[in-house]
């Protein structure tokens, strides 16, 4: 299925910004649909299961599918293909944080788009 995405250049390390991307802790600092993680281990690696609360109280089961460490990540919410996550180096300090989506949820754009506004706020105060 094609995906369509959205990026944003963050004055942060890839590192930085990959552990934010990948521990579930950090989530609802800047995903903004994500209330609450509930999982067996602390962040994302292939196969990983858990759940998600989302802001309208729903707890929706997730399991973690593509992994390239550092790199990039995809998971499934209630068994559906859901967003990826993706960090590019530019700089020792600077990277590009992209979010995709199936093209199906293309309005999803705007709440993926508002989480990297998020996500680099939480980067670049750290």
């Known amino acids: ?9 963050i004055a942060a390390s890839g590192e930085r910004v990959w552990s934010l991307l990948t521990e579930f802790e950090h989530w609802p600092s800047w995903g903004i649909s994500i209330r609450r993680v509930e999982s067996a281990a602390a962040r994302v690696a ?6 998600v ?3 309208a109280g729903l707890w929706l089961p997730f399991t973690i599918g593509d992994v390239t460490p550092g790199h990039f990540w995809a998971w499934e919410v209630a068994g559906i293909g859901a967003t990826g996550h993706r960090v590019t180096p530019l700089a020792d300090a600077e990277c590009r944080a992209e979010f995709t989506a199936p093209w199906p949820a293309a309005p999803y754009l705007a709440v993926l788009r508002i989480s990297l506004h998020r996500l680099k706020s939480l980067a670049e105060a750290t």
């Open 46 to 51: 292939t196969g990983v299961e858990g759940r």
């Open 53 to 55: 609360q989302t802001v």
């Open 1 to 9: 299925m094609r995906h369509i995405g959205t990026a944003l250049d």
